[in-house]
Nanobody, 126 residues
Framework: VQLQASGGGSVQAGDSLSLSCAAS????????MAWFRQTPGNEREFVAG????????HYIDSVKGRFTISRDNDKKMMYLQMNSLKPEDTAIYYC????????????????????WGQGTQVTVSS
């Protein structure tokens, strides 16, 4: 499975952005998926994850109520709607997938995921 993230950009604090992750090379119907982010000098951080069916999602506390993860298995797409963006959300955002039916709350480290997209830059200015 190959993943490609897109949709990043430069916005003002309080604005919204929608990230997309397109999968190719195979089905994602049985894959848990997630969004991570990384800033220079820091480790890649889990942001949000979603179960294979889309029925369960998990977020880090700092984005709860502002970000929404979703997926469309038929289109082989995953999304991250980001509202009320803050400067601290500035990072490169990566999408990830793993062929597991586990709940996303159990898959929150980079080691849990097998497939990665190339990242898309999100910059939020104050």
């Amino acid at each position: 499975v190959q993943l490609q993230a897109s949709g990043g950009g430069s916005v003002q604090a309080g604005d919204s952005l929608s990230l997309s992750c397109a999968a190719s090379g195979g089905t994602i119907h049985t894959y848990a998926m997630a969004w991570f982010r990384q800033t220079p000098g820091n480790e890649r951080e889990f942001v949000a994850g979603i179960s294979w069916s889309g029925g369960t999602s998990h977020y880090i506390d700092s984005v709860k109520g502002r970000f929404t993860i979703s997926r469309d298995n038929d289109k082989k797409m995953m999304y991250l709607q980001m509202n009320s963006l803050k400067p601290e959300d500035t990072a490169i955002y990566y999408c990830a997938a793993v062929g597991m039916l586990s709940l996303p709350s159990f898959l929150t480290t980079t080691e849990d995921y097998t497939y990665w997209g190339q990242g898309t830059q999100v910059t939020v200015s104050s």
